[in-house]
């Protein structure tokens, strides 16, 4: 049998598991969109056996639209992915919610512009006019319109496509820097993407999270899941390709040739860990910058305890 196939009988095996398996004990955990690279380290733990050898069972469920806070707070899922300003702005509104692996360092967040315009740099994206397809009130919108000058930028709805784009050389768009540019550039579009983390506003993304109770009474099996997930993400890391074939069969919107771009794009977001730091670990300091830039945003009611949102399982690069 090939590899490939084993994988994809095993990732099979795993989707049966959303069918009835949860009695079994396995640990659930939720996704926030669709399996793509940015989850290949989970994937590549299940298939590539580190979460057995840590004894972790592992049922993979949600996708777009899944209320993963929510999911994670009733115990509907052990753990979640989610962003971590929902960390502190769940645990500003009472969710024990505590992040136990940040899987992008740098923020893939990105506003998309057609290289044929002046835009050099991020501010210029917004000075020099025309239109910004964004969903507004996210955070990182918030940010930018209150860092930068938006007076002679026409604010409108993203379409969640890139259509639009395509057909209008004066709109930029917000992306991910894993999707759409390459999906535009496959167009035959030339494209420029600026980094939003460069603005300053880098909050960890791809964060897996579970409930403080949890990291606290369980500590073991929380330590067991993340020295699993950071293997497997290691592994992902070194070659993607069987990880990726298997997800591309679960999600068949995706080509290959995307997957593999995708999974090159995001490599150094996920890699820029601070020295001597170890895949997806935290710190103290990045948790308190991004707390007081949402409460400065209105996104709080109350300061964030930054030492309180994340738990520190077995990370290296921990400061607490």
């Known amino acids: 049998m090939s590899r490939a196939l084993a994988i994809a009988l095993l990732l099979l095996a795993v989707a049966a598991c959303n069918r009835g398996s949860s009695d079994r004990g396995a640990t659930r955990v939720a996704l926030n969109w669709k399996p793509e690279p940015e989850f290949g380290g989970l994937y590549e733990a299940v298939h590539g056996g580190a979460f057995a050898r840590h004894g972790v069972s592992v049922e993979i469920t949600g996708g777009p639209g899944a209320p993963v806070v929510q999911m994670i707070e ?135 999270a579970t409930r403080g109770s949890r990291a606290r009474e369980a500590r073991a099996e929380v330590e067991g899941f993340v020295a699993a997930l950071r293997e497997g993400w290691s592994g992902y890391l070194r070659d993607p390709r069987a990880s990726n074939q298997a997800m591309a069969r679960l999600n068949t919107e995706m080509d290959a040739e995307t997957f593999e771009k995708a999974a090159a794009a995001q490599r150094p977001l996920i890699e820029s860990v601070s020295a001597g730091g170890a895949l997806g670990s935290m710190t103290t300091e990045r948790w308190d910058e991004l707390g007081k830039q949402l409460q400065a945003l209105g996104l709080l009611d109350h300061p964030a305890k930054p030492g309180e949102c994340w738990f520190d399982a077995g990370t290296s690069g921990s400061t607490r």
Do not use: W
Not at 192 to 205: E, I, K, Q, T, W
């Open 74 to 208: 009733s115990g509907q899922v052990e753990f979640g992915v989610v962003s971590a300003d929902e960390v502190l702005i769940a645990r500003d509104r009472g969710v024990d919610l505590v992040a136990v692996f940040a899987t992008y360092q740098t923020n893939p967040q990105g506003i998309m512009v057609h290289a044929q315009r002046r835009a050099t740099a991020l501010p210029e994206v917004f000075s020099e006019g025309g239109r910004l397809a964004v969903e507004p009130g996210l955070a990182y919108v918030k940010y930018l319109q209150q860092h930068y000058d938006f007076s002679k930028l026409a604010v409108v709805p993203y379409s969640y496509s890139i259509g639009p784009f395509l057909t209008d050389a004066g709109l930029a768009q917000q992306v991910f820097v894993t999707a759409e540019p390459i999906a535009a550039r496959r167009s035959g579009a030339d494209v420029r993407v600026f980094l939003v983390a460069d603005s300053g506003f880098n909050p960890y993304a791809a964060v897996y």
